[in-house]
């Protein structure tokens, strides 16, 4: 059973360009999940999905982020335009939710983006 | 908000000796579950093991053990006979059982592991 797919794994790109990151979540789960990685700020929960609606964005640091999930298989994050204090690793992790429901989150093998 | 808290930034054991890294957690919640996750340097997020609060019994897998202290708000996470391959940054993680299904997530506690 494939699990969370996500692309590119690697991203090197010049400040003001736009960066589209990828993820494919696991066949069935209901939930999708962006995250952000630094060393400073530590693992931070950037947006989420339920049934490919968004349900909290609080955590999108500003409007250069975007993130679209337009069917239940693709989601994207957008960065438009990069800076380099977004240079982070991005994770997407997909689950199945709901009240009583123990699953746990399955993560993808991550985005690391460096921006110039 | 629930909040998940690891004191210890690093930790270091003896390869085939046992170490605890620590957890603790602030919710007003009286069902939920709790996460231990382990990210190598490969940096993929890997589960190790879960918990839920309505159990008593403490979650065993394989060398991995946890100590749940509901009331202390505790999940302690014990391996066992530590390899070099468990060397990683370990997460704790909070999750409510009354939907939403977001996950709380400490800062981490990084594992060395000694030769």
């Known amino acids: 059973d494939a699990g969370v797919i996500q692309s590119p794994r690697h991203e090197v790109t010049e400040m003001g360009q736009e960066v589209t990151l990828r993820c494919k979540p696991i066949s069935g789960h209901d939930y999708l999940f962006w995250y952000r990685q630094t060393m400073m700020r530590g693992l931070e929960l950037l947006i989420y999905?339920?049934?490919?609606?968004?349900?909290?964005d609080s955590g999108m640091p500003e409007d250069r982020f975007s993130a679209k999930m337009p069917n239940a298989s693709f989601s994207t994050l957008k960065i438009q335009p990069s800076e380099p204090r977004d240079s982070a690793v991005y994770f997407c992790?997909?689950?199945?939710?709901?009240?009583?429901?123990?699953?746990?989150?399955?993560f993808g093998d991550g985005t690391r983006l460096s921006i110039l | 908000a629930q909040t998940v808290t690891q004191s210890q930034p690093e930790m270091s054991v003896q390869e085939a000796e046992t170490v605890t890294l620590s957890c603790t957690y602030d919710t007003s919640e009286s069902d939920y579950y709790l996460f231990w996750y382990k990210q190598p340097p490969s940096r993929q997020m890997i589960l190790v093991i879960r918990?839920?609060?309505?159990?008593?019994q403490n979650a065993t897998e394989n060398r991995f053990s946890v100590n749940f202290q509901k009331a202390a708000k505790s999940f302690s996470l014990k391996i066992s006979d530590s390899q070099l391959g468990d060397a990683a940054m370990y997460f704790c993680?909070?999750?409510?059982?009354?939907?939403?299904?977001?996950?709380?997530f400490g800062t981490g506690t990084s594992l060395t592991v000694i030769p």
């Open positions: 993680a909070y999750r409510s059982a009354y939907g939403g299904n977001q996950f709380y």
């Open positions: 918990q839920e609060a309505y159990k008593q």
């Open positions: 999905f339920n049934n490919n609606v968004p349900i909290d």
């Open positions: 992790a997909s689950s199945l939710g709901g009240r009583g429901v123990n699953q746990p989150q399955h």
